[in-house]
Protein backbone atom coordinates (compact mmCIF):
# COMPACT_ATOMS: atom_id res chain seq x y z
CA UNK A 1 0.00 0.00 0.00
CA UNK A 2 1.19 3.28 -0.86
CA UNK A 3 0.00 6.51 0.84
CA UNK A 4 1.30 10.01 -0.88
CA UNK A 5 1.36 13.43 0.70
CA UNK A 6 2.32 16.64 0.71
CA UNK A 7 0.92 18.48 -1.71
CA UNK A 8 -0.76 22.19 -2.17
CA UNK A 9 -0.66 25.30 -3.12
CA UNK A 10 2.40 26.93 -4.14
CA UNK A 11 3.57 30.37 -6.11
CA UNK A 12 5.66 29.84 -8.95
CA UNK A 13 8.92 29.37 -7.84
CA UNK A 14 8.78 27.59 -4.72
CA UNK A 15 9.46 24.34 -3.36
CA UNK A 16 7.14 21.55 -2.08
CA UNK A 17 8.40 17.72 -1.07
CA UNK A 18 6.10 15.71 -1.20
CA UNK A 19 6.33 12.04 0.60
CA UNK A 20 5.25 8.29 0.09
CA UNK A 21 4.47 5.99 2.93
CA UNK A 22 4.94 1.91 1.88
CA UNK A 23 3.29 -0.62 3.80
CA UNK A 24 3.02 -4.31 3.41
CA UNK A 25 5.28 -5.90 0.60
CA UNK A 26 7.96 -2.82 0.86
CA UNK A 27 10.64 -5.72 0.77
CA UNK A 28 9.27 -6.88 -2.76
CA UNK A 29 9.56 -3.70 -4.01
CA UNK A 30 12.69 -2.58 -6.17
CA UNK A 31 12.05 1.16 -7.63
CA UNK A 32 9.71 3.84 -6.96
CA UNK A 33 8.49 6.31 -9.65
CA UNK A 34 6.54 9.19 -9.69
CA UNK A 35 3.93 10.20 -12.10
CA UNK A 36 1.79 13.27 -12.35
CA UNK A 37 -1.26 13.94 -14.70
CA UNK A 38 -2.41 17.59 -15.28
CA UNK A 39 -6.31 18.23 -16.08
CA UNK A 40 -7.12 16.72 -19.68
CA UNK A 41 -3.74 14.94 -20.06
CA UNK A 42 -2.44 11.73 -19.62
CA UNK A 43 -0.17 10.63 -16.86
CA UNK A 44 2.94 11.28 -17.23
CA UNK A 45 6.42 10.05 -15.81
CA UNK A 46 8.03 12.46 -13.52
CA UNK A 47 10.81 10.46 -11.59
CA UNK A 48 12.08 6.79 -10.67
CA UNK A 49 14.46 5.71 -7.74
CA UNK A 50 15.96 2.13 -7.08
CA UNK A 51 14.03 1.21 -3.56
CA UNK A 52 18.07 1.45 -2.09
CA UNK A 53 18.62 4.88 -3.64
CA UNK A 54 21.57 4.08 -5.63
CA UNK A 55 20.09 4.63 -9.38
CA UNK A 56 17.72 7.84 -10.26
CA UNK A 57 16.20 8.82 -13.44
CA UNK A 58 14.22 12.32 -13.98
CA UNK A 59 12.63 13.37 -16.53
CA UNK A 60 14.14 16.43 -18.60
CA UNK A 61 10.71 17.97 -18.02
CA UNK A 62 11.70 18.60 -14.29
CA UNK A 63 15.58 17.90 -14.47
CA UNK A 64 17.15 19.84 -12.30
CA UNK A 65 14.27 20.93 -10.43
CA UNK A 66 12.81 17.99 -8.58
CA UNK A 67 15.01 15.09 -7.69
CA UNK A 68 13.81 12.21 -5.50
CA UNK A 69 15.10 9.97 -2.89
CA UNK A 70 14.27 7.04 -0.09
CA UNK A 71 14.23 6.56 3.33
CA UNK A 72 14.75 2.82 3.41
CA UNK A 73 14.52 2.56 7.00
CA UNK A 74 10.93 4.62 7.14
CA UNK A 75 9.78 3.28 4.26
CA UNK A 76 9.79 6.35 2.15
CA UNK A 77 9.84 8.00 -0.79
CA UNK A 78 10.07 11.52 -1.70
CA UNK A 79 10.32 13.89 -4.07
CA UNK A 80 11.71 17.60 -4.10
CA UNK A 81 10.35 19.64 -6.34
CA UNK A 82 12.07 22.86 -6.22
CA UNK A 83 11.84 26.05 -8.72
CA UNK A 84 8.12 25.06 -9.36
CA UNK A 85 6.30 26.39 -12.41
CA UNK A 86 2.28 26.85 -13.45
CA UNK A 87 2.47 23.90 -15.71
CA UNK A 88 3.62 22.00 -13.03
CA UNK A 89 0.08 21.30 -11.13
CA UNK A 90 -1.24 18.35 -11.70
CA UNK A 91 -2.47 15.23 -9.79
CA UNK A 92 1.08 13.73 -8.01
CA UNK A 93 1.42 9.92 -7.68
CA UNK A 94 3.79 8.07 -6.37
CA UNK A 95 4.45 4.36 -7.71
CA UNK A 96 6.13 0.60 -6.76
CA UNK A 97 7.66 -1.73 -9.27
CA UNK A 98 7.91 -5.10 -8.16
CA UNK A 99 9.65 -6.09 -11.46
CA UNK A 100 14.00 -6.85 -10.36
CA UNK A 101 14.74 -6.05 -14.19
CA UNK A 102 13.27 -2.32 -13.46
CA UNK A 103 17.03 -1.98 -11.50
CA UNK A 104 18.33 -2.38 -14.67
CA UNK A 105 16.52 -0.14 -17.30
CA UNK A 106 13.48 2.21 -15.16
CA UNK A 107 10.24 1.66 -16.41
CA UNK A 108 8.78 4.97 -17.63
CA UNK A 109 5.40 3.56 -18.84
CA UNK A 110 2.64 3.84 -15.88
CA UNK A 111 1.43 0.39 -16.90
CA UNK A 112 4.74 -1.06 -15.70
CA UNK A 113 4.24 0.16 -12.12
CA UNK A 114 2.11 -2.71 -9.96
CA UNK A 115 1.29 -0.70 -6.59
CA UNK A 116 0.30 3.14 -6.80
CA UNK A 117 -0.60 5.82 -4.32
CA UNK A 118 -3.82 7.60 -3.83
CA UNK A 119 -2.63 11.01 -5.82
CA UNK A 120 -1.82 14.43 -4.02
CA UNK A 121 -2.72 17.93 -5.89
CA UNK A 122 0.51 20.33 -6.91
CA UNK A 123 -1.40 23.49 -7.44
CA UNK A 124 1.52 26.75 -8.81
CA UNK A 125 0.04 29.40 -9.28
CA UNK A 126 1.83 32.44 -11.57
Known amino acids: QLQASGGGWVQAGGSLRLSCAAS????????MGWFRQAPGKEREFVSA????????YVADSVKGRFTTSTDNAKNMAYLQMNSLKPEDTAVYYC?????????????????????WGQGTQVTVSS
Open 95 to 115: AADLDPKSLTVFHLNRNEYDY
Open 49 to 56: ISWNGGRI
Open 24 to 31: GRTFSVYV
